[in-house]
Structures are given as C-alpha cells and as structure tokens.
C-alpha cells in the first residue's frame, strides 16, 4: 500500500523478525558480543533477556546468518509449555535426529551419538531457545544435562537460552543453582534511548530506499520515543500506523500531529476493541508491554454455582496476558506476510496491463 506511494522497495516497518534489518543499537551490540564470546568459548550457557519486542529473536537471527555452517551446525527452536518429555524431542528434532519410537535412554544416546559425529567431523553443535521463560523446570534441568555431554575434555553442545524478563527470577530459583553454574555469561536487552529511536527509524527506511519522502519532521522522533518506550517492535507498529495514516491522507510531511492522531486512533480502537492485532499490541509509553499473568477473578461474590465459579478463578489463573500478545504478534504477521503478497501481485498485473496498453 503505502509503499508504492512513497516508492518504497518494501515494508519498513514490518513485525516479523528480519536479520537484513538489524539495528546495532549499544545494548544490541553488547548483547550480540555476549553471543560471539560463547561461541568462542564454545561450552556452557548463554542466557539472554530482553522485554516483549526488544528484538532478541532478530539478534538471535542475525547471528544465526553470520554462522559458518562448515564450522557450526546450529539448530533452533521456539519453546511453548514444554516439559521434560518433549524438549529431548524436539532437541533431536531440530538437529533433524531420527528419534521415532526411542524411549527417553535411547533418545539421549541418539543425540549423543549425533552430537559426537559433529565433533568428530570438526565442527561444533549449538542449540538456540527462544522464549526460554516458557520452559518448565524439569525441561531446563534436561538441557543442562545435554551440557554434561563429552568428547574427552570438550564440550558436545552450546545453548543459548533467550528468553523475557521472568526467566530472570525462575534462574534465581534454588531448582536452578546447577544451571547457574553453566552459565558463562547473561546480558539483559533494555530498550532503545531517543537518539536511538531516531537512529533506528532511519535505519529502516533507509533499507527500503527511503529518500526523505516522506519527511519527518525533528519534533516526531520525542513522540515516537515517549509513547514507544524505546522498545524496537512499538516503534514498528507505530511507524508502520504513521506511514498508512500518511498514505491515505497523501501527505509528503510526517509531524508530531500526525503521530498525535494514530495515536488517538489506537486509543479508541482499545477501547471500543474494534482495533486490529497491530494496534493492540502498540501501548502507550505509560502501558506494561510485559504483562504478567492476571490476577484470579473473584467470583465468590457472584450467585452463580461454586464449582462454576472455581472453574472460572482456575482459567483465570492460567491467562498470560504476555503469551497472549505474542501470538495475535504472530498472527498479525502472518496477514501483514500475506497483504504484502498480494500488493506484489497486484502491483504486477498492474504493469503488465500498462506495458500491453503502451504496445497497442
């Protein structure tokens, strides 16, 4: 859409996670040289924490891409409620381990067998956890005794555990003092500062070919910032908002007005909950993007069954506002994925009816 109108190779602010725009802020540089010393360290724990839309998966990405795959074989996965019966499978899964029909003995020797070939042939094994905080105690304990696994004095494996900021507070726990222990170094991601926010902006619309069209105004950089909080993924959603809104209003200039009015936008989409995946998940400065889980509902009071209710106050209990987000993000991306698609279709048939016209 909008990127026709300001000639644009493509979406700048698109939500899903593309190494080919990563931004190295100082923290994303830090945290990206915390990920460089393990590799080189080659054994142990790399714990790195970051708020919900921080861009820790596009870090993790990014070094993914610089990865020498003769040197490493690195495999990925995302964790949801996992316990200590899966994460062995979908550990031998992601490293393409046959695993089908093993019990856990002869699953734990596949992967050791699997893990000593890789050394053998030279090169070295890492496993990459995105969205640790998901991982249930037994399935960390599992992890870190795939750590125990070696080749006389080397190490078979390297983990990366990525996660927000509550994995923080379960690697406190006392049921985590072994893993502590393994973990060689952990950096937490915080948020951009203003100057960064400018940076990041730019940087982003620079990689579409932006060329000041349209222009933004100095004064709409604080606004970004104040109600973004700094974090890279609210900046993308409001930006790709701002963008739209000029679109449609063909303006060439972008002010702290208009950010003014997406954002009064985005207020009342909330509120009448009529508002799409992108806008609610674009909370003002002041709001939480790292929500814990709500509170139990109290429905003692209501004259409803008690065994009703207790069942209400038990789902209630399990809602996590934050894994919630998440998903609709996932969501949201998936329609953005596909709108873009089908603009590039489009925008061909498009050229091929004018080409077909100018011959005749």
């Not at 983990?159 to 927000?164: E, K, P, R, T």
């Not at 923080?168 to 170094?185: C, F, G, H, T, Y």
């Not at 960064?196 to 950089?221: C, M, Q």
Request: with cysteine; glycine share 8%.
């Amino acid at each position: 859409m909008y990127e026709n109108f300001y000639r644009l190779t493509g979406k700048p602010f698109q939500l899903n996670p593309d190494p080919a725009f990563f931004f190295g802020s100082r923290g994303h540089r830090r945290a990206m040289a915390y990920l460089e010393y393990g590799l080189h360290q080659n054994e142990g724990f790399i714990v790195i924490t970051g708020e919900i839309g921080a861009g820790k998966t596009t870090l993790v990405r990014n070094l993914l891409q610089k990865l020498d795959p003769a040197k490493v074989v690195a495999a990925q996965l995302v964790s949801t409620q996992i316990d200590a019966n899966d994460i062995l499978q979908l550990v031998a899964a992601a490293f393409g381990v046959p695993s089908k029909g093993l019990d856990k003995a002869g699953l734990l020797l596949a992967i050791e067998t699997f893990l000593v070939s890789v050394t053998a042939a030279g090169k070295r094994a890492l496993l990459v956890v995105d969205e640790a905080q998901n991982l249930t105690p037994k399935a960390v304990e599992e992890l870190r005794m795939l750590s125990n696994f070696q080749l006389e004095e080397h190490a078979l494996l390297q983990s990366f555990l990525v996660g927000q900021p509550e994995f923080r507070d379960i690697m406190q726990s006392p049921e985590m003092q072994q893993l502590r222990q393994r973990v060689i170094a952990s950096y937490h991601l915080g948020p951009l500062d203003m100057e960064e926010t400018r940076s990041y902006v730019e940087h982003r619309l620079k990689h579409v070919g932006w060329k000041n069209d349209p222009h933004f105004d100095d004064a709409i950089f604080p606004s970004i910032f104040r109600a973004s909080g700094g974090v890279p993924r609210r900046i993308n959603t409001l930006c790709d908002r701002l963008m739209l809104a000029g679109f449609l209003g063909e303006k060439r200039s972008l002010g702290e007005t208009e950010v003014d009015e997406v954002l009064a936008e985005m207020k009342e989409e909330q509120r009448s909950g009529r508002g799409s995946g992108a806008a609610r998940l674009a909370p003002l400065a002041s709001a939480n993007a790292s929500a814990g889980p709500v509170a139990p509902l109290d429905l003692g009071k209501l004259k409803i069954d008690p065994a009703v209710a207790q069942q209400f106050a038990q789902l209630s209990a399990g809602f996590d506002a934050a894994r919630i987000e998440a998903r609709l993000t996932q969501l949201e991306q998936a329609v953005s994925s596909t709108l873009a698609l089908m603009n590039q279709i489009v925008a061909a048939q498009m050229a091929d009816e004018d080409k077909d016209e100018a011959a005749k």
